[in-house]
């Protein structure tokens, strides 16, 4: 068991770690001065792609909260009931690591499943409530697009193999070494689906995003003739 705890604690500290994680690359640009039509166009296109990948999300969140909470449960009391020593120690290991997975599902919630209900009801009738509607757009799919880049993070791959291993390592001490290989196995492949099962589709998003706004692709120029004290003013806006 002193090894399956180990890998629970390693896993833990592990997690932390993983919070100085490189996040996505993010332009700086004064919302401010673009035009009424260009904001609009980026938030329509904010919310096109925040709701694209809703259903995805939600599968993998609920599929996953639905199998790690009843192995939990399940586990835990089969290793409660058992008198046998070696499943005590395998159930007991094996519903450690599923509490984990609840664990990072609770604390770690991914928003990509809310696509872009968080910002859909925002007002946007006049300027200032358009400025403010797509700077937490922008911010929404951000945090998704960094949440989507962990799943080519070393640290979240260490992770999934220090927890199975110590899970593998201590059914192997308590049954054998085949048992504690085939479990440390199954459990590595099986993070790795959690991990790389994700929603990708955010990270690419926010690229095609900074790619437009930073060769103004999505901006037009326009040209207009206003009255002032001189006489006529000419604008030229883009």
């Keep these: 068991m002193r090894y399956a705890r180990w890998g629970l604690l390693t896993g833990v500290a592990l997690l932390f770690v993983s919070a100085c994680a490189a996040p996505p690359h993010r332009i700086q640009v004064d919302n401010a001065g673009l035009p009424d039509t260009v904001i609009e166009k980026r938030i329509r296109f904010l919310e096109e792609r925040l709701v694209a990948h809703k259903e995805h999300a939600q ?11 009843g192995a939990t449960v399940g586990l ?12 005590r120690v395998d159930f007991a290991s094996q519903a ?6 609840v664990a990072d599902l609770l ?24 400025l403010i509607k797509l700077q937490a757009a922008e ?7 960094a949440r989507a880049a962990q799943r080519h993070d070393w640290v979240f791959h260490l992770m999934n193999v220090v927890l199975n291993v110590g899970v593998g390592i201590a059914t192997g001490a308590a049954r054998d070494r085949t048992q504690g290989a085939i479990s440390a196995g199954a459990g590595v492949v099986g993070g790795e689906i959690y991990i790389l ?5 955010p990270e690419e998003d926010w690229e095609k995003y900074q790619t437009m706004i930073s060769d103004g692709s999505d901006k037009k120029m326009s040209f207009s003739i206003q009255p002032c004290d001189m006489g006529l003013m000419m604008t030229l806006r883009w």
């Design 96 to 101: 450690g690591l599923a509490a984990l997975g």
């Design 197 to 201: 099962a994700q929603p990708a589709g």
């Design 76 to 87: 835990s009391i089969a290793a409660g009931v058992t008198d046998d020593t070696p499943d």
């Design 59 to 69: 599968i993998w969140y609920w599929a996953w909260m639905a199998v790690n909470s």
């Design 139 to 145: 911010d929404l799919l951000y945090r998704n697009a």
């Design 107 to 130: 604390f770690r919630p991914l928003e990509a499943r809310y696509g872009a209900d968080p910002i859909r009801s925002m007002p946007e009738a006049t300027r200032e409530q358009k």
